[in-house]
């Protein structure tokens, strides 16, 4: 059930809208300051719906970036997620 709701969810939305709308602003070379670690040059970037920092190793998915960023355990991020961007996959 829970793995059906993670493809359901990364299915919906794309890895770059999803940090976007957590403020991370990536630059004209579609690299971001990692927010994984203090860096004063972008080191993050994302291919194949994976964001890879060159500076701290820092890799993963949608899922993976919500748990990193706000603590959270798998269900948590997928409830986040879920709520956050208004998917209503969660309770019906």
Same mark, same amino acid.
């Given at each position: 059930?829970? &793995?059906d709701l993670a493809r359901q +969810? &990364? *299915?919906a939305l794309k890895l770059r809208d999803v940090m976007e709308f957590y403020g991370v602003q990536f630059n004209s070379r579609s690299f971001a300051k990692c927010p994984f670690h203090s860096e004063k040059t972008a080191s993050l970037s994302i291919k194949n719906e994976h964001y890879k920092c060159f500076g701290c190793g820092a890799y993963g998915g949608i899922i993976?970036? !919500?748990m990193e960023s706000? *603590?959270?355990s798998f269900q948590q991020? /997928? !409830?986040k997620l879920d709520s956050d961007f208004n998917l209503g /996959? +969660? *309770?019906r």
């Open positions: 059930m829970r &793995t +969810i &990364t *299915g993976d970036f !919500v706000y *603590g959270l991020a /997928l !409830v /996959l +969660i *309770g």
